[in-house]
């Protein structure tokens, strides 16, 4: 149903009626030659947020926790760990993006392209990192239990559990989770 004017409507009208619903707790109708919003029955507001189909670009290496931005503050906490430091790792070996972190043998994209003479290429799971995109290397150091690709594979939901004591990861998770994105695992593709 492109073109029906969905965006607009939402640009117009019901995003500055709840701005103005928040800060003067009255809904006033902004725009009036284009629309009213007035609500039926009580409505309550906590914050609003506005994510545009061009700001969350999609790439094989682009994944959830990228877009809620905690993949910073993770790996900040592994290269802390001891047996990290031990290692001589730094942030960078915790990011499949970096050639001290990522796969060898995938370039750190979970999987190999395999060419076939009739058709698209097929992916195949890289067999050196088992799809986890990290180099053997940065898989070894564990917090609370877990290496990173482990982390990656959980709900956010659960992260938001696991990273309950670290602030700037669990708040960004729970507005997430607040948007109704709980099954959604940190590692999932965008």
């Given at each position: ?98 050639k001290q972190g990522r796969c060898p043998s995938c370039e750190g994209r979970g999987?190999?392209?395999?060419e076939q003479r009739f058709g698209p290429p097929v992916e195949v799971s890289c ?64």
């Open positions: 149903d492109a073109g029906r004017g969905k965006g607009s409507f939402l640009e117009l009208c019901v995003w500055p009626a709840l701005e103005a619903y928040i800060e003067a707790e009255d809904i006033k109708p902004l725009n009036q030659t284009f629309c009213r919003v007035k609500p039926v029955g009580p409505m309550s507001v906590n914050s609003l947020h506005d994510v545009r189909p061009g700001s969350l670009i999609r790439t094989s290496r682009r994944t959830v926790a990228a877009a809620l931005d905690v993949l910073v503050p993770m790996r900040e906490i592994f290269a802390q760990l001891p047996q990290s430091q031990i290692m001589g790792l730094t942030p960078s070996h915790f990011s499949w993006n970096s999987y190999l392209e395999i067999e050196e990192c088992l799809g986890t995109k990290l180099s053997q290397r940065s898989l070894v150091p564990r917090f609370k239990g877990l290496n990173l690709a482990e982390i990656m594979n959980l709900t956010l939901e659960d992260a938001r559990s696991f990273f309950a004591h670290v602030r700037q990861i669990e708040s960004r998770l729970s507005s997430a989770i607040d948007f109704g994105l709980g099954y959604v695992t940190l590692g999932q593709g965008m």
